[in-house]
């Protein structure tokens, strides 16, 4: 699946092919598209991080696919740290991580912490929302920063919730300053609203109709397809994403 990569299209085309990918290089021991991180650029590539260039900049290109793609999701959902994941293969990722479950029923069961829960309540009941707003309106104080900002892993990587785009904060009179911050949905309305109208297309209805096993031996092999050498205990992590 080795491809040129020169620009946003070629990596939305790559990642299409590929069904997801790590995010900012691969030492993950499993596949990126760009597979070098921002201290490691090869030489004579035009792909290069924080130049602020939308079309040769990775960095850009997180916000692009949620904004320009109805099929990539983009959120913290491999070993604590941001990738991407097609339509096509949502479905998988689910059945292992989700299993038709919703978060009651992991809280229930111990599954889910309870600082994840105060910060997938505030998400459910408001929709969208910027992550300053989550985490005032989920009640974390700044002593509680580590907390919350494992809380939000948390339910990226049960993929309860995911980034949906980004915003810039707000001052009294309603002009925005300030850098921009991601902004953040459950995954249940982050694709009904990237939905075709086709019910053939919804991941949630893919994903019940899968078992454990076969829902994993498809992500396994798409791994070993992508990266023969990645170790079998690190494509357990991967998929399940424990």
């Known amino acids: ?21 790590v995010g900012g290089g691969n030492k993950s021991g499993i596949y990126s ?8 650029v090869p030489p004579g590539t035009p792909i290069i991080w924080h130049t602020g260039n939308p079309e040769t900049d990775p960095w850009e290109w997180r916000i692009r696919v949620l904004n320009e793609c109805d099929d990539i999701a983009y959120s913290k959902c491999f070993f604590n ?19 038709g479950r919703e978060l009651e029923d992991d809280y229930a069961d111990g599954h889910i912490s309870s600082y994840a829960r105060r910060v997938y309540d505030v998400v459910r009941r ?18 509680e920063k580590s907390r919350f900002d494992s809380a939000l892993t948390e ?22 300053y300030g850098w921009e911050t991601m902004t953040y949905c459950t995954t ?28 994993y ?5 798409r791994v070993l397809k992508l990266n023969p050498s990645a170790e ?6 991967f998929a399940y994403g424990t």
Not at 1 to 21: E, H, K, P, Q, Y
């Open 217 to 221: 031996d498809i992500i396994r092999e």
């Open 232 to 237: 079998e205990k690190r494509v357990r992590k």
């Open 155 to 176: 339910l990226q990587t049960r993929l309860y919730l995911t980034i949906c785009g980004s915003q810039r904060r707000r001052n009294a009179q309603g002009e925005e």
């Open 33 to 40: 598209v760009v597979a070098y991180d921002w201290l490691n």
């Open 126 to 143: 408001c929709g969208e929302l910027p992550l300053h707003e989550i985490k005032r309106d989920a009640g974390f104080g700044r002593e």
């Open 81 to 99: 740290k941001s990738g991407y994941i097609t339509r096509e293969f949502y479905p998988y990722f689910l059945a292992l991580r989700r299993g």
């Open 1 to 21: 699946m080795a491809a040129r990569l020169n620009n946003f299209a070629d990596f939305v085309n790559i990642l299409r092919t590929s069904g997801f990918s």
């Open 188 to 215: 249940e309305q982050f694709w009904q609203d990237k939905a075709r109208g086709d019910l053939s297309d919804n991941v949630f209805i893919k994903a019940a109709e899968l078992d454990e096993t076969e829902a």
